[in-house]
């Protein structure tokens, strides 16, 4: 892959991870504390670079500013085995300002425009130079109202906005929802932008994990931007190929909690979405790395659901013809939109969270150990390999109803 993109990767300024990198929760504080929106992904991307090239990972990324962290164990060791590739996106459902006189925004990202019936405070990011988008002044603001746009491909919600300074067109605002908060009696982890980042977050320490354990396989983070509009990232990746085409590729996520998909009962194998269904390889691998850990650990827990509240980056994949597997973790306050209907931080549980990456440790050995699918799949071959007796019963039940020979 070439060595830029556009926000031009020579260009990233690189954050080092103050924390453990095995420890999903807390990168992924370190990661809430920064805004992100579709197309202003520019300050996680500054993280995640800066804490892979602080382990010594490889870097790259494409034109269009998805970020790739390498793990080579597979071809440090000369083994010939497909890679496993993790999909996270580093936005998070935002507002952009439109218009300044009036000042009107709108929503990147589906949020309900009932969700704004009274003002929502904003923290707005405003470029004092359109060529250096970090160079910003934050300016604080809210919400007053919204309203529905039509033929807008980005947005379907205009917003009326409100600000303490000026604005310029292009500048983006997050929910001020407060800083990132653990309460530590529920084990619940607060923040305005935990769908992704909580699946960046895992994927940063999966990579760690991985690494420090010299997993003998080809492990890829894959960072994308802009899935809040569209999938509009992964699409761009998957219409030019940009991924090895022998890859397993598991999307990761924060997605709605649903019943059987709760918070604090673990990390979810998600087989599918509301649109589709994924691939049977990438659920046995997934399978397979769950039941080896409850094997050896009675407290660990994993769920396994159709996550049907959303689209995620998987069926992306599948419709592109990549073996494709997901997880995720449950998220409560989906897209900041609260029971009663405003706007609050969405939260996820951390014990998941570490789970979640527990559990894709587990599916690189797996894989790294050669699984093939469906053989080595038990409940595959449960099903395949039938007992000689069964088969002849029901052969010879099968002769006398039908009257065909032995």
């Not at 990233?12 to 929760?25: I, K, R, Y």
């Not at 590729?249 to 087989?271: K, Q, T, Y």
């Amino acid at each position: 892959m070439e060595n830029r993109t556009g926000r031009a990767l020579s260009r990233v300024q690189p954050e080092a991870f103050p924390g453990s990198p095995s420890n999903a929760v807390e990168i992924l504080a370190w990661l809430g504390a920064v805004p992100t929106a579709p197309y202003h992904e520019d300050r996680i991307a500054d993280r995640v670079v800066g804490f892979a090239l602080g382990l010594g990972l490889e870097v790259s990324d494409d034109a269009d500013g998805n970020v790739f962290v390498w793990h080579r164990g597979a071809s440090a060791s000369g083994a010939s085995r497909r890679p496993l590739i993790v999909s996270a996106h580093m936005d998070h459902p935002a507002i952009e300002v439109i218009s300044t006189e009036p000042l009107v925004g709108h929503l990147l990202g589906s949020i309900r425009a009932d969700s704004f019936s009274t003002p929502v405070p904003v923290r707005f990011f405003n470029p004092d130079n359109p060529d250096d988008p970090r160079g910003v002044r934050e300016v604080a603001g809210c919400v007053l109202g919204a309203f529905e746009l039509d033929g807008v491909a980005d947005a379907r919600v205009g917003l009326h906005l409100a600000a303490s300074g000026a604005l310029a067109a292009g500048a983006f605002g997050v929910f001020d929802t407060g800083p990132v908060a653990l309460d530590e009696e529920t084990g619940l982890l607060y923040l305005t932008a935990a769908d992704d980042l909580a699946g960046c977050a895992i994927t940063l320490a999966w990579l760690a994990r991985s690494a420090a354990a010299g997993v003998d396989l080809d492990v890829c983070g894959a960072f994308t931007r802009a899935e809040e509009v569209g999938l509009v990232g992964v699409a761009a990746l998957v219409r030019r190929r940009g991924l090895p085409e022998d890859a397993m590729v598991v999307s990761i996520e924060a997605s709605r909690a649903l019943p059987g998909a709760e918070l604090g009962l673990g990390p979810v194998i998600r087989v599918g979405d509301a649109a589709t269904t994924f691939h049977p390889e990438g659920d046995a691998v997934l399978r397979a790395a769950r039941d080896r850990i409850c094997g050896r650990d009675a407290d660990f827990r994993v769920q396994r659901q159709l996550m049907s509240g959303g689209i995620c980056e998987a069926t992306a994949y599948v419709v592109a013809g990549y073996t494709t597997g997901a997880v995720c973790v449950p998220l409560g306050n989906y897209h900041n939109q609260t029971p009663d209907g405003g706007i609050g931080a969405e939260y996820v549980h951390v014990d998941d969270v570490d789970m979640c990456t527990t559990l894709l440790v587990e599916a690189g050995v797996v894989m790294s150990e050669g699984f093939s699918w469906p053989n080595d799949d038990r409940s595959s071959r449960r099903i395949a390999d039938r007992p000689d007796v069964q088969l002849r019963r029901l052969r010879d039940s099968g002769v006398r109803m039908s009257g065909h020979d032995a």
